[in-house]
């Protein structure tokens, strides 16, 4: 079964808005989260990783400013979209590795839309 | 030049036939490859990991890999019309690291 979901599955905005986007790891444990980004018919980019108890790590490019990233718990990690423009619009995807593992599990994805 | 690199495809194969996907790689010090397949709509789902140079064999899966060439590759025999997804690899450095992620190569099995 899923071990990590993410909620909502799927969002409609008006661009301005900010939208919260929740991953949770299910039966683990996660002191580390990963956020990617994937537009249509490309593959997915690492957008930054979560850390338990610290700040968020960025990838190069992105805007930590616009894109907040809460670590709440061990398993819960948070993506707020902030002021949403059309261009934001993506398949945004959280993943975990479990217990430390290489291993990492992918959410089943959410589906931004933004008017 | 991309860390991880695939060949988009489409990669069009006939219904039991072997699909024969590769996958380079940049970075020497990368200790752990992954090939994961995601559906069209759906995120990625985990079909094989290696670790260590050689062949894995899961069912219908077959992982190969060759850290002095950098070189890792996914075999499917016996493709089957569900096998039709994009194909992604995998790349990391250490356990809990980042994943970098290839292209994907597009396949499509014809019955």
């Known amino acids: 079964g899923a071990v990590v979901s993410q909620h909502p599955s799927w969002v409609i905005c008006k661009s301005g808005t900010s939208v919260k986007i929740e991953c949770r790891s299910l039966?683990?444990?996660?002191?580390?989260m990963f956020w990617y980004r994937q537009f249509p018919k490309q593959s997915l980019m690492l957008m930054a990783t979560s850390n338990e108890g610290s700040k968020a790590t960025y990838e190069q490019g992105v805007e930590k400013d616009k894109f907040l990233i809460n670590h709440a718990s061990l398993t819960l990690s948070t993506l707020t979209v902030t002021s949403a423009h059309p261009e934001d619009s993506s398949f945004y995807i959280c993943?975990?590795?479990?217990?430390?593992?290489?291993?990492?599990?992918f959410g089943p994805g959410t589906r931004l839309l933004v008017l | 030049q991309k860390e991880v690199e695939q060949n988009s495809g489409p990669l069009s194969v006939p219904e039991g036939a072997i699909a024969s996907l590769n996958c380079t790689y940049s970075d020497r010090v990368s200790q752990s490859f992954f090939w994961y397949r995601q559906y069209s709509g759906k995120s990625p789902e985990l079909i094989m990991s290696?670790?260590?140079?050689g062949d894995k064999e899961d069912g219908r899966f077959t992982a190969q890999l060759n850290k002095a060439s950098q070189y890792v590759s996914l075999l499917i025999r016996d493709s089957q019309p569900s096998d039709s997804a994009t194909y992604l690899c995998?790349?990391?450095?250490?356990?809990?690291?980042?994943?970098?992620f290839g292209g994907g190569t597009r396949v499509l099995v014809k019955p």
């Open positions: 995998a790349v990391t450095q250490a356990a809990g690291n980042k994943l970098t």
């Open positions: 290696i670790y260590s140079n």
């Open positions: 039966d683990f444990q996660a002191t580390t």
């Open positions: 993943s975990a590795p479990r217990n430390h593992q290489e291993t990492q599990y």
